[in-house]
């Protein structure tokens, strides 16, 4: 099925399609792989930011509101004659306005004037450490920002700010079930703002927001950011105000739906952002699912790392896009596969239908019929080839009539050779049965002595003539008897070596030198041995009657196969006279000859060609006028001819 045309057409653009398709494929989704994830880094690189002006936006509505309280004129005179209600009053309206979780009024001393919730005059001192009012009193000037609040502090505030800043921290370990701790301190935005009276520093105003569960910043980023959007039943964007790398604001959810408060940062998170200081953006596992995060760390009005600051995007809305463009890439590929099957099995059909119709035509030249149809020409290279075949056709035509001609007149010529044939073996017995007789008794008469010298002379011109009749009649004799080949394997090569033997002697005679050249080993052959060297001595002798005293005579014998067949050639190169054009397709006819009358009978080369075709073999002649002829005779070593 493979091995087809059209299965190996089909094939070819199925494969061109599935590799253009594959690459487009896996290049689309590199790419788009990359750019979904620049998009989505990018986007929360800048919603973190957007998520850290409204964190410092906050810390400075404190402050600006709190500078405002601070330089109202009747402010300054409650601090200057003591007015404690209007001062607690301005207080708690300050902590209305702005939501603030701790407030009050430090001296120059340190001793609190006020303090939101306690309505008594002196209010009890402060509890622990309230840094943006001590720093605030040091270096007289408005100080804001991040504050670690103590647990001693917290404690000492009405509002059970130590409560609220109660989180329970949860560990999950492979080796063991929860593990369970506790974080009693708080995290805080706070401001607090110097007073002055004359120019003398007389106390401080602060104020604060604790962010422990508070979820109004995380609220608003999220609201304003990610428009509180959800995808599959999860916020698309999510926002955490860590502790360190506690979560003690946030509107990540559990599975259960509850806020992921006191849930820990990874480790390598931790790293980055807490010890090394630097941001983080890359996709995160958060609590239950993948994001991709953007942390940086929050720092104290030190300068102290006492936090993180957290921006997510949940990461399957990035993911589906990136499948569903991978499915729109697929579905394209496959489109474009079943397209390349319909077009090879449309141009396959296009291409083979000339081409079976050729196959067919030619199924029918060997059955005979050497005029097929083979289909109206085509205008593409299938159309040349038609063309061609059609010439082939015509041309197999054309050969067919020349040898059909050739065969009759071969038939003509065998029907003419063995109809002179019988007559030659029958003239031969009539002439030859008279002949005895003569040549005997002039022989006879030839032994008297008394015969006179003319009539001894006329008797032995008798009997040459008569000689040379017997001659003629024993080459009929051969050319018309057809004997048995005795085949036997025979080395060519000790063969010729024995001809050349024979005729050495007689070639010394003719002042001819003669060479043998066995190029290689040549191969067994089953020959008549007896006819094959009656068939070279013929050869060599007619050489050496064309060749004048001082020529050469160049025997040359080589391995070669024809049509197929293994076998031996024999070239005998002589640099005689050579044979005239016109004579050379006469060369091998019974009783044609180029000798002078008496010299030859024209039968031995028929006789030789006889010999060489009936062992299978093959004999030419090539010759040039005045430089010599070269007779080439091949006999297969393969064919057990009998």
Known sequence: MFNSTRAKLIFSFLSVALLVGAVSLIVGWQLLYGSVLNEAN??????????????????????VSLETTVHASDFNLAMAFHDFSLLQARLEQVS???????????????????????????????AGCMPVAEVSLSQCQTVSGTVVLDQSFLESEPLDLAERSRILIRQERKDEDLVVSEETAGLAIASAVPIFNQGKLIGTLYGGMLL?????????????????????????????????????????????????IGTLASQEVTTRVLQQGKKWTDRAFVVNDWYITAYEPITDINQHRVGMLYVGVLEAKYR???????WVFAM??????????????LLASRIMRPVNQLIQASMEISTGNLSPDIGPICQSDIGLLQKEFKKMTEAIIRRDQEHQEESEK???????????????????????????????FTHLLLRRTDLPEEVRMDLETIAVQTERVRKIVKGLLDFSRQSRLDMEFLDPRLMLEDCIDLMENQALICGVALHYNAHGTLPMSRLDRNQIQSVMVNIILNALDATASGGTIDIVSVARAREGVQGVEIRVQDTGMGIEPESLDKLFDPFFTTKEVGKGTGLGLAVSAGIIERHGGKISVESV??????????????????
Not at 43 to 62: C, G, H, K, M, P
Not at 96 to 115: E, K, N, P, T
Not at 421 to 426: I, R, S, T
């Open 42 to 63: 990018n986007r929360v690189r800048q919603d973190l930011n957007v998520a850290r002006v409204i964190y410092d936006d906050r810390v400075t509505a404190i402050e």
């Open 96 to 126: 209305r306005r702005l939501g603030l979780d701790f407030a009050g009024i430090l001296g120059a001393d340190g001793l609190s004037i006020c303090r939101l919730g306690y309505a008594s005059d002196p209010p009890p001192p402060l």
């Open 212 to 260: 422990n569960r508070d979820q109004s910043i995380v609220d608003k980023i999220g609201g304003t950011v990610f428009r509180n959007e959800v995808y599959q039943g999860h916020n698309l964007g999510t926002v955490t105000i860590f502790f360190n790398n506690l979560r003690i604001s946030t509107n990540v959810l559990e599975k259960d739906g509850q806020r992921a």
């Open 320 to 326: 589906d896009v990136r499948e569903n463009a991978l």
């Open 332 to 345: 394209i590929t496959l489109a474009g596969v079943l397209f390349a099957i319909a077009l090879g099995c």
């Open 410 to 440: 071969r038939l003509i010529q065998s029907e003419k050779q063995a109809s002179i044939g019988n007559l030659a073996a029958g003239v031969a017995h009539e002439i030859n049965n008279p002949l005895t007789p003569v040549l005997t």
């Open 625 to 642: 006028l005045g430089e010599g002829s070269c007779f080439t005779l091949w006999l297969p070593c393969d064919r057990d001819r009998l």
